[in-house]
């Protein structure tokens, strides 16, 4: 069995140190206790830290790595949003390290610690579902490695870190809005899970939607899809056993509208006679499918361009100012870009 290499979590777990102060030593930080930095040198020659890692050349001042985490490869909205990534980033001669998190937040934040030991000079991050603190990511900021966060965002952080998003109430409320036009009574909306921001956004959407036209919002019509993944058949059946069924379905993401159609084909219902189902996000899988699926369109790609140009500023910009001796202040930045209603046959 290969042996694994050392890294500076095992550094900071037998010294009893954080992850950032081993970081900040091996890198020659002035701000560190001198007794400490001996210490965490002398491990890291010890347990073949040094030859295995720092001797690839973390110790230049500029790595041209950009890290990208996203929570699941196989959504190809963040395939997508990649694609944009790469399009700003290759002219530029950055090469990109993709970690995905598996929708799982203690893998976050090892994929940011692994980050943080590639030295990477920036890192571009798509939270997961049941990410709920940004500790790991104000590990990084004092690491002075910049980030921008796309997509899923932590509403309530008060981390001065761009963020790249669309306006995910409005989606709900067009999906919504479209269905009512259609002349569908019966809106169902099978959420994300409940904790998640985007999830409570695009619900609130649909919420309002429903006000607005006079339709009530009975709880049995809201329905959540609580993993995003094996749970779309169990919130599908607790809408179907409804003595009204709900003759529209609005689905949190397009992956959880392609399942809901193949499940209402195994059931043998007609779409959209019977059933409309609608999705959002914009998966170019949609125009295949069939029925080829109505949706509410991100700007995926542009997403990861937009997004990939502001961390470009941000490394610029601090770059500028400590060769210039002064102290770079980072300041919050929201960049909101707009969604489109494609109409299909799902509905």
């Given at each position: 069995?290969?042996?694994?290499?050392?890294?500076?979590?095992?550094?900071?777990?037998?010294?009893?140190?954080?992850?950032?102060?081993v970081?900040?030593?091996?890198?020659?930080?002035?701000?560190?206790?001198?007794v400490?930095?001996?210490?965490?040198?002398?491990?890291?020659?010890?347990?073949g830290?040094?030859?295995?890692?720092?001797?690839?050349?973390?110790a230049s001042?500029?790595?041209?790595?950009?890290?990208?985490i996203?929570?699941?490869?196989?959504?190809?909205?963040f395939?997508?949003?990649?694609?944009?990534?790469?399009?700003?980033?290759?002219?530029?001669g950055?090469?990109?390290?993709?970690?995905?998190?598996?929708?799982?937040?203690?893998?976050?934040?090892?994929c940011?610690?692994?980050?943080?030991?590639?030295?990477?000079?920036?890192?571009?991050?798509?939270?997961?579902?049941n990410?709920?603190?940004?500790?790991?990511?104000?590990?990084a900021?004092?690491?002075?490695?910049?980030?921008?966060?796309?997509?899923?965002?932590?509403?309530?952080?008060?981390?001065?870190?761009?963020?790249?998003?669309?306006?995910?109430?409005?989606?709900?409320?067009?999906?919504?809005?479209?269905?009512?036009?259609?002349?569908?009574?019966?809106?169902?909306?099978?959420?994300?899970?409940?904790?998640?921001?985007?999830?409570?956004?695009?619900?609130?959407?649909?919420?309002?939607?429903?006000e607005?036209n006079?339709?009530?919002?009975?709880?049995?019509?809201?329905?959540?899809?609580t993993?995003?993944?094996?749970?779309?058949?169990?919130?599908?059946?607790?809408?179907?056993?409804?003595?009204?069924?709900?003759?529209?379905?609005?689905?949190?993401?397009?992956?959880?509208?392609?399942?809901?159609?193949s499940?209402?084909?195994?059931?043998?219902?007609?779409?959209?006679?019977q059933?409309?189902?609608?999705?959002?996000?914009?998966?170019?899988?949609?125009?295949?499918?069939?029925?080829?699926?109505?949706t509410?369109?991100?700007p995926?790609?542009?997403?990861?361009?937009?997004?990939?140009?502001?961390?470009?500023?941000?490394?610029?910009?601090?770059?500028?100012?400590?060769?210039?001796?002064?102290?770079?202040?980072?300041?919050?930045?929201?960049?909101?870009?707009?969604?489109?209603?494609?109409?299909?046959e799902?509905?």
């Amino acid at each position: 069995m290969k042996k694994r290499k050392p890294t500076i979590k095992d550094i900071a777990r037998k010294l009893d140190i954080s992850v950032s102060t081993v970081s900040r030593a091996i890198r020659g930080a002035e701000d560190i206790n001198p007794v400490t930095k001996r210490k965490v040198l002398e491990l890291a020659e010890k347990i073949g830290y040094k030859k295995s890692v720092l001797a690839a050349g973390l110790a230049s001042k500029k790595s041209f790595l950009i890290g990208v985490i996203i929570p699941e490869l196989t959504v190809p909205f963040f395939g997508t949003a990649i694609l944009g990534i790469e399009e700003f980033l290759k002219p530029l001669g950055y090469d990109l390290i993709i970690l995905h998190s598996d929708e799982n937040a203690q893998n976050e934040s090892d994929c940011i610690d692994l980050l943080i030991d590639r030295q990477v000079d920036g890192i571009l991050i798509s939270l997961s579902m049941n990410t709920t603190n940004d500790d790991h990511l104000r590990r990084a900021m004092e690491e002075e490695i910049p980030l921008v966060v796309f997509d899923r965002i932590l509403p309530n952080s008060e981390l001065p870190i761009p963020r790249v998003i669309v306006d995910d109430f409005d989606a709900g409320f067009q999906a919504t809005q479209h269905l009512i036009n259609k002349g569908y009574k019966r809106v169902a909306f099978i959420t994300g899970p409940v904790d998640m921001y985007i999830s409570q956004k695009r619900q609130e959407g649909y919420v309002r939607a429903m006000e607005r036209n006079g339709r009530p919002t009975s709880a049995e019509y809201i329905v959540p899809a609580t993993d995003l993944r094996r749970s779309v058949g169990t919130a599908l059946d607790k809408l179907m056993v409804l003595k009204d069924k709900p003759d529209a379905i609005i689905a949190f993401n397009d992956p959880i509208a392609f399942k809901v159609i193949s499940l209402l084909h195994k059931r043998g219902v007609k779409i959209p006679t019977q059933i409309a189902v609608m999705g959002i996000s914009g998966d170019a899988m949609g125009e295949l499918f069939y029925p080829s699926l109505t949706t509410i369109n991100q700007p995926a790609k542009e997403m990861g361009f937009v997004a990939a140009n502001l961390l470009i500023d941000r490394v610029t910009a601090m770059k500028k100012a400590k060769d210039e001796g002064k102290l770079f202040i980072p300041m919050s930045i929201l960049k909101t870009l707009p969604i489109e209603l494609i109409e299909r046959e799902s509905t």
